[in-house]
């Protein structure tokens, strides 16, 4: 495959920088030279001329193109292996190491952190897991600068076989394409650890969330053999935050390898440097965020009561600023639109993050890479996340926090235009709002505005820039004023004071928000496996009933236009679409006297016993599984959605048509 003509500019002045350092041109001149004298043609010698193969049979000789290759190559494991000898029995890690590199896109202009899992250990707590078919499984997720992988799922054990490896790129974005390499200074000024994500998935589809761990990897730089191997101990998380779940061994290294290496006294001294600033910095701010919630208390004694959040635990037991877990995030051309970010967002599972099972305490929020890996979390999670999506569109956006009409707690997302329109997202539905202001001191007779969002109250609003808790006397969200500047509605805390500890300020401290990751299944064929399984499960049910089943392949078909326009709708919020040509294929395929009847449902997940037991329990939809009469026909149709993340949603409709008998 040819190379863009960007790298091979970049390649040519990478090999003419070279060649001017180890002074070849000068060798080459004077080869040239003694090749013209030596021949001394005459005056009359008009044919006289030397070949280029002549010119490199004398440079070859002579031992400079020798010396070229050896000044050009980068001494790398990705590129010494092919040149060991025939005899060299590589090692298990130099196998690994030379498989993941021969499938990394590598560029030989920058440095990568060599990252080996090498095995677990001691995950006691599924010490009597079974191997075989259909058991639950773990998968290792990495995020470091931005960057994602993520391991092939290996059986739950008490030693799960976690073997594989990973490069993750140094090089900083900011620095430009045409960069050097980054050198040992650059790399002990960079403070992003590798965070470690372990998940497990059962065969049902369900997820959780195991162990959150941030490695610090720069203690490579003070290694003589440019490599180290730890023990990393896998805390778990929420409530069990300070218990180990198990070990994982790795090996680190860089490649190419550091030809210098740091004192381990200037690496201690940088990273205690590191901790007391953010020490200094966090204890600056809860002293300053006491007397902002002093203050705020003493504008109104019934705030004590709303609901204004300004620290919270992530799955780690950490407390941060709720502002930190909010930040412009792009997902490239994965995601096009802000409704396109609802949907894909609400169709991540909800659940309250009771990570150490039930009657634990389950306020702890995730991080964004926790989120995504999990693929599951609480509103909190899914309003900061869709948040982020919507600042990265260019939108002001912010995460409200509130209590719906059924004085749950809950948060959602609002987004204010230009022209002063507000709007209401739902991150668990998808759906947006307009909201309308209901005056409190029009007179009784004037017609108010009706609101169509669940939410009832609110406490304050934050985005990662801006904190702002609600002082005005009502806090019911119909008749509250949204103008956040107006210090009089609203109290607000210093931008700079929040950047100070959410990383806006000094962007070492948080590092960036994950990319997200294009879908690497095939929804067709995943629609059809799930299809096939849920007409075997009918079939079974039907057949306990003493009942025979036909299907209508015809009909099923049909039935693929109306979960399209479902899904249309839910992804742009048009309604009905193609929902008339639904309805004049069902009536010119259904025959005259017949019944027709059908039933639409969405699920978040792909699970057909959990999907039959769901829609038995409907009465519309066990109808038509369960029909009786005469010349009976059923239907099923499965569209399954996917989104970042292997995230997806899937329709199932189910449907019968039958002999109407009067």
Known sequence: MALPAEKVVELKQIIHNQMNQANIHDQIKDIISQSLNRQDPGPSDDNFDITEGQILSDLKRRGVVEDILSKLQVSSPMYSDHYKPATHEPSADEYVRSKVTSKAAVNPTRRYIYFHVLAGKAFLEHVNATGGAGCSMFKLHLHFRGQRFSSNPVPVACEPDLNEAFLLELHSPDAGESSAMMNIENMLSICDPV???????????????????????????????????????????????KVPAGIIDVNVEFVPPVKTILLPDILDAQLQLERQRAAERDRLFVVYAKQWWKEYLEIRSEHETRPVKIFSQDETGVNRLVCSYVSPLQAGRLITSPKMAARFVSAIPCESNSFGGAGTNASNWQTTHAFLCAKKGSSEDHSNLLC???????LEAYVCSGKKSNKALCTWVMTIHCD?????WDSTTGQRYTHQRVDPNDPPATKQPTNKHPFKSIGCVYNNEHFYANIQPLNIVDTTKFNLRNTALWKSMPTDAIASVSGNL??????????????????????????????????????????????????????????????????????????????????????????????????????PSRIISSCLKNTICSEIIECRGDRVRLAVRVLVSLFPDDVSATWVMFACTYKSVL
């Open 195 to 241: 965070h470690l994500v372990l998940t497990k998935h059962d065969n049902d589809g369900t997820s959780s969330l195991i162990s959150s761990h941030s490695f610090e990897w720069r203690e490579i730089l003070t290694e003589k053999c440019g490599q180290v191997r730890k023990t990393i101990e896998m805390m778990g998380v929420g409530a069990e935050c």
């Open 506 to 607: 000094y962007p070492s401290i948080c590092s960036p928000l994950p990319n997200l990751k294009p879908p690497s299944l095939d929804p067709a064929l995943m629609s059809n496996t799930l299809e096939v399984s849920l007409k075997a499960q009918v079939l079974m049910h039907r057949k306990h009933l003493d009942l025979s089943t036909e299907w209508d392949d015809h009909l099923s078909y049909i039935l693929t236009s109306s979960l399209g326009s479902y899904e249309i709708e839910q992804q742009t919020g048009i309604l009905n679409a193609g929902n008339d040509d639904f309805q004049d294929a069902v009536r010119r395929s259904v025959p005259e006297g017949h019944t027709f009847k059908g039933f639409p449902v969405q699920f978040l997940h792909r699970d």
């Open 420 to 424: 002063g329109k507000v709007y209401f």
């Open 388 to 394: 982020s999506l919507l600042l990265g569109f260019g």
